[in-house]
């Protein structure tokens, strides 16, 4: 199962992933790879688009990154992370056997 932990207090945004769907072999698992590309899509974007400074790690099965921006992009980044986290909604809703949010 895909746990997934998102968290904002008022300075950055958190994002915390673990674990595998495990619908699929590897590869051909299109839980992980949604997931996957909302991450990629996510914390790709905001550093380039929001110059945003990233830290932690991003490994697969195991992700943990915070995400925090100057006081000009903030509320920009705000909108960004209510977007991501709605996609991570709709697919914990499609596969609520394999992604947990919490």
């Known amino acids: 199962m ?3 932990d ?3 207090d008022g300075n950055a ?3 915390r992933v ?3 769907s495990c619908l699929a072999d590897k590869g051909s698992d299109i839980v ?5 590309a909302l991450i ?4 790709g974007g905001v550093e380039s688009e929001l110059q ?3 830290s932690g790690h991003l490994d697969s099965g195991d992700c943990n990154i915070r995400v925090q921006v100057d006081e000009s992009h903030k509320q920009a980044l705000r909108a960004i992370f209510k977007v991501f986290k709605f996609g ?12 947990k949010l919490n």
Request: charged content about 10%.
């Open 88 to 99: 991570f909604r709709k697919i914990a809703s499609s596969y609520p056997e394999q992604v």
């Open 40 to 43: 990629q899509t996510f914390a």
């Open 18 to 20: 673990t674990g595998h």
């Open 13 to 15: 945004v958190c994002l």
């Open 52 to 54: 945003a400074a990233l």
């Open 32 to 36: 992980c790879s949604a997931v996957s």
């Open 6 to 8: 998102f968290t904002d």
């Open 2 to 4: 895909i746990q997934v």
